[in-house]
């Protein structure tokens, strides 16, 4: 059962990434951990760091508000603003990196996310599409897929804990 899909893709001349991450969980508690705030802040930032959320309102028109807080205390803020939600199948949002004020620094990204079940798995499969090719390689340079392989990680972790 270790030999989960993981793909990860960089296109440059579209300006988007590509993510493809299978769980040994069923649709819905993967579904759950990215929506329900108190299972998302366990594992949404790459360890050392903690997710904080401050306001979760999962719903179209609605956003999550968090923070990325460092060991030592400093706090990355940032939006999603949720555009479409199809129940255990698809979310889409725009994430932008903000002040603790709640103002966004654009431009963002755009994030499709899409949930599907089979054999027994999860394949998470995540279009991030950003406005700007800047935006895109200032992420990969700050370590996102890294940071964002090892945040998957620790989803994966919690998964097997809570399905237990």
Known sequence: ???????????????????????????????DAFTKQE?????WAPKPFESRTKVMDFK??????YAMVSPEGNEMWA?????????KSNIKYLNAFAD???????PGSDWDLTFTEQNEKTKLSITIYNDSLERMEKMIEMGFKEGFTATLNELNELLTTLKK
């Open 60 to 65: 179209v028109g609605g956003r999550r508000f």
């Open 39 to 43: 299972i998302l802040d366990q594992w």
């Open 79 to 87: 939006i999603h603003k949720y555009t479409a939600i199809t129940p």
């Open 100 to 106: 603790k004020d709640e103002n966004p620094m654009l």
């Open 1 to 31: 059962m270790n030999n989960l899909l993981f793909d990860f893709t960089v296109d440059k001349t579209t300006k988007t990434v590509f993510i493809t991450r299978e769980f040994a969980a069923d649709l819905s508690l993967v579904w």
